[in-house]
């Protein structure tokens, strides 16, 4: 495929405006607030913005992890995959291309299985829902985002959602004060970036304004295009080229007397668009090619309201709006004469939601204080999917990819209960009720109503002040999804997943370890979960086939592992995971799990110089746990560079220049689960100012 001359246009105009912006910030009279090089003291020492008292993430009864907007920026992604494959126990399947990524955690999920309400996905309290096989199931554009946290195992069900039996992916997009400085009224970032394989180019901008003292606005656009990578030794790959385009409006308004009161309003869009292979995930050429574009967009308005002097009220309150969609046209099918997919095809997801949730903090004692969090949330979901069949009729979803609507309500309640600043107990709670409808095309007209309990306690107790010890029992239960109940010409009652989760771990804090005032952060945490009735996706390498089956029983168990050391000049970080998973009632192994790895990286600052350097090691072990031979996947090592250069004084303060290599060694690679070679070498450059 060419790309359009507007494209190029767009994208050498978005560039051209980036540099003259920060060309024209250079010479500015009024030089920013400097930058501060590196992340917070380590990774286990993030702020994570939860319910209850605030707390970082080593003190947390489950893991946790925090990426924060600048090690964001210093990972150069383009791809929400990226930043999500630096985390112990994730893994993001095919995490190099934008259109066909999926989302593992602890062994659950997979390509072709309906995981979206095993692992909740949202922004800024937003949940995401796709649900089309071969196409990835999410594609937000990294610079829209500030911060993403990701919180392991089903504990996270009560506040999040039933059903999270591997997690949830919490995101946040950026705000205007995260620009603004001070008593700053203006403030603008442009950046560009430039990756040589795939000939990718991005560039945005960013402008935030404090018009009124009580009033905040941000708008940032983003243009990228991306070329066909090549795995390693030049090999191209036929499966990433397309062109991005992305956008969000943000405002902020706080009144009342003590300005504890907040209504914001905001709405992005993400649209991503290309020829190419019709299925983005295995890249099998059976289902031919297809005009590709795939938006997601959400609208959000939400209240806050503080209640300064009353800890019993602090209240918040949201209503949103959401759409993913992907249009297909000119669907060519190489398997025959035949269309089964139509000639043209629509896959439209709207879901509208409203949540309200309050804290009460209660001081029952000067050893003894609480706070409850408890609210109620509830969606309204629909899937389109008409087509355009060769002879000009429409059709109204497939067998495969039913239409239908789902109404579901949820009511919570988790109380944090603090004894003598040492122990913290966490009991939950969680109800959902959900009511499945069939949609157009559907023969059997026949609802599903199902309720699913989600209990947990969890505590964490400080041994020493350097020493913590942390453990949870947690129960979610999954309720099935469009696809897994209706069908063309039938409806069938798969039952829901029932799991109970078992997590036990230790977090440790030192500081002037090797030198004055550095920092060392260290958490195992150790899971085991049993699921009942687990549905279960995978492909039959013989037929092509998606097969889905109900286990009865089936375990997942494993260690995570996560270090941060941090000095004034030397710093670095630590993850490792590794799971295993078995389907006890057929003595077989779960093929979803994913190949035991190890991240390691260190760097050192040059503080004189304004100048950070650092390695990264990416080693994946050999995955043979597989029930069939075809699925095994070998082992790999894959390495790093970065520098990064951020001057805090003079003209160019606040300005960043970041280059890196990845996979130095062109080590050709296939990650156990996706379906395609990973990236060669690839060489990276970005241009950043904030003026």
């Known amino acids: 495929m060419s790309y359009s001359r507007y494209s190029r246009a767009a994208l050498y105009a978005s560039t051209a405006l980036s540099l003259a912006l920060m060309s024209a910030a250079v010479s500015a009279q009024e030089a920013s607030l400097p930058v501060e090089i590196g992340s917070p003291t380590t990774l286990l020492d993030e702020i994570i913005v939860s ?130 400085e001070g008593d700053a009224r203006l403030a603008v970032r ?64 706080n009144f009342g007397a003590d300005k504890d009161q907040a209504l914001t309003a905001s709405y992005f869009n993400v649209e991503k668009s290309g020829d190419g292979l019709y299925d983005q ?56 004469p035949s269309a089964p997919l ?17 804290t009460s903090e209660v001081q029952f004692s000067e050893n003894l204080e609480a706070y409850f969090t408890y609210g109620v949330d509830g969606k309204y979901h629909e899937r389109l999917n008409p087509r355009l069949n060769p002879d000009g009729t429409a059709q109204p979803g497939s067998s495969s990819h039913p239409e239908g609507e789902i109404y579901a309500l949820g009511v919570y309640g988790q109380a944090e209960i603090v004894i003598n600043d040492r122990l913290t107990l966490i009991p939950g709670m969680r109800v959902d009720y959900s009511r499945l409808k069939p949609g157009n095309g559907v023969t059997l007209r026949e609802d599903l109503d199902e309720t699913a309990y989600s209990p947990k306690i969890a505590a964490i107790y400080e041994l020493t ?9 947690s129960h979610t239960e999954r309720m099935p999804v469009i696809d897994e109940v209706f069908s063309g010409d039938g409806f069938t009652d798969l039952g829901i997943e ?91 192994y779960l093929e979803s799990v994913a190949a035991d790895n190890l991240f390691l990286s260190a760097g050192y600052k040059f503080t004189e110089y304004d100048l950070d350097v650092s390695w990264r090691a990416d080693l994946f072990a050999e995955q043979d746990r ?21 001057p805090e004084d003079g003209s160019l303060a606040g300005a960043e220049v970041r280059a890196s290599v990845t996979n130095i060694f062109d080590q050709k690679h296939t990650e156990h689960l996706s379906e395609t070679e990973g990236k060669g070498r690839s060489f990276k450059l970005s241009l950043a100012k904030t003026f």
């Open 498 to 588: 029932k799991s109970n989760n078992f997590e036990a771990g230790l977090g440790f804090k030192f500081d002037d370890v090797l030198l004055a005032n550095d920092s060392l952060r260290f958490k195992v945490t150790g899971f085991y979960n049993s699921i009942d009735n687990y549905l279960y996706s995978e492909q039959d390498h013989a037929t092509g086939q998606t097969i889905t089956t109900a286990i009865d029983d089936a375990q997942i168990k494993g260690i995570e592992v996560e270090a941060g050391y941090s000095s004034q000049s030397w710093y670095g970080s630590m993850g490792a995971a590794l799971t295993r998973g078995d389907n006890l009632s057929d003595n077989e």
């Open 342 to 358: 139509g000639t043209e095809a629509e896959y439209v997801y709207n879901t509208w939601q409203a949540k309200l949730e309050n």
């Open 190 to 253: 442009t950046k560009a970036m430039w990756d040589s394989n795939g000939s990718g180019a991005r560039s945005s901008v960013t402008v935030a304004a404090r018009p009124l003292q009580d009033l905040e606005m941000l708008l940032n656009l983003n243009y990228g295009r991306d070329g066909d990578y090549d795995g390693a030794h030049g090999k191209e790959l036929e499966n990433s080229r397309m062109t991005d385009l992305s956008g969000l409006a943000k405002l902020k308004y």
């Open 51 to 180: 319910a209850g008292k605030d707390k970082v993430a080593i003190e947390t009864p489950q893991a946790v992890t925090a990426v924060s907007q600048e090690q964001i920026e210093a990972s150069q992604t383009s791809t929400l995959g990226e930043i999500l494959n630096t985390v112990p126990g994730v893994t993001t399947i095919n995490a190099d291309n934008a259109l066909g990524q999926s989302l593992n955690i602890r062994g659950i999920g997979g390509a072709l299985a309906s995981d979206e309400n095993r692992m909740i996905m949202q922004i800024d309290g937003v949940t995401s829902f796709f649900e089309m096989y071969r196409a990835g199931s999410f594609f937000f554009d990294t610079d829209l985002l500030k911060e993403v946290e990701v919180l392991r195992g089903p504990a996270s069900s009560t506040l999040f959602g039933s059903g999270a039996l591997g997690g949830v992916v919490s995101a946040r997009t950026k705000e205007a004060s995260d620009l603004l």
């Open 281 to 336: 995930v295995t890249y099998n050429p059976l289902f031919g090619t297809a005009d590709q574009i795939t938006s997601e967009q959400q609208a959000v308005l939400a209240y806050e309201n503080a209640f300064s002097g009353n800890d019993l009220l602090d209240l918040q309150a949201q209503i949103s709006w959401s759409q993913t969609q992907r249009d297909l046209k000119d669907i060519t099918f190489r398997a025959g």
């Open 465 to 473: 002040d350097w020493m913590n010890v942390f453990g949870s029992i």
């Open 626 to 646: 597989v029930n069939d031979p075809a699925n095994a996947s070998p082992g790999y090592a894959l390495h790093s560079l970065s520098l990064a250069w951020m």
